[in-house]
C-alpha cells in the first residue's frame, strides 16, 4: 500500500457502494404496497453476527452480539443492539486493542410484505477500543499515529445508516440482514494511514454487514 497515495489498492469497500445498496432497498421499498395486513412480530430478541470493515486499517473485524427490537408503528421499529468483538484488532501488527465493544440503538423504517419487511435503518451509538494486550513500539512524532492513540484505549462516537431486510417466519423464527455505512469519529491531533495529520479529529466510514437469527413475540 503506498502510503502517499488517496487509494489503496488493499482498500476494503468504498462506503458509496453500501450508500448505493441502501438507496436501492429504499427505491424498493417506497415503491410497493404491502400486499397484506401486517404479520411481523411485535418484539423480536436475536443473535447478531455483524462485519465491520475498516479503511482506516485495510482489515474486517467479525463479531458476535445481541439484537432487540420493537414494532412502535406498523412501518416503524426501534432497534438496538450490543456487539463483542473478541479477537485483537487491527488483525496485522502492531495489535493496538485486544477487543472491541459497540453498542448503537436507532430506528428502521418499512413495510411487512407478507413474511418479509424491506427496511431503512439509522442507529447511533459508540465503539469502545480496549487497550492492546502488551506493549508496543511507537515513533516520537507530533501528531502521534493513530494506531498509539488508540493503544491506550478509547470509545468514540458511531453512526450506522443503511438498509436491509427481515424474514419473520415461519413459526416465532426471525432472520435479518442488513448492510450499513459505519462511520466512527476518531479525535485528534493524530496521524492517519494515508500519514495525513486531523487536528481536530476525522469520521471515518466503512461497509458494517450484519446477520441476525432469532425469535419475535
Known sequence: CDWSSDVCSSDLVAPRQVWGLAFGLLVAVSGVTPVRAQSTARVVVAAE????????????????????????????AVDGDLVFYPSA????????????????????????????????TVRAGALSYSPAA????????????????LATGATLPMLNLG?????????????R?????????????VLT???????????????????AVGVGF
Open 89 to 120: 484488532f487491527p488483525d496485522h501488527p502492531p495489535a493496538f486493542s485486544r477487543r472491541r465493544t459497540e453498542w448503537s440503538a436507532g430506528v428502521s423504517a418499512g413495510p411487512s410484505l407478507g413474511r418479509w419487511r424491506p427496511f431503512g
Open 193 to 211: 494511514r494515508r500519514r495525513r495529520a486531523e487536528q481536530t479529529g476525522f469520521w471515518s466510514h466503512a461497509p458494517r454487514t450484519a446477520v
Open 163 to 175: 438498509a436491509g431486510i427481515e424474514r419473520h417466519g415461519p413459526g416465532r423464527l426471525f432472520l
Open 49 to 76: 453476527v455483524p462485519v465491520a470493515s475498516s479503511r482506516e486499517f485495510v482489515t474486517r473485524d467479525v463479531g458476535i452480539g445481541v439484537f432487540g427490537s420493537w414494532r412502535a408503528r406498523r412501518f416503524l
Open 134 to 149: 502488551a506493549p508496543f513500539a511507537c515513533i516520537l512524532i507530533y501528531p502521534p499515529p493513530l494506531t498509539c492513540a
Open 177 to 189: 440482514l442488513d448492510v450499513t455505512d459505519r462511520a466512527v469519529r476518531y479525535d485528534g491531533p
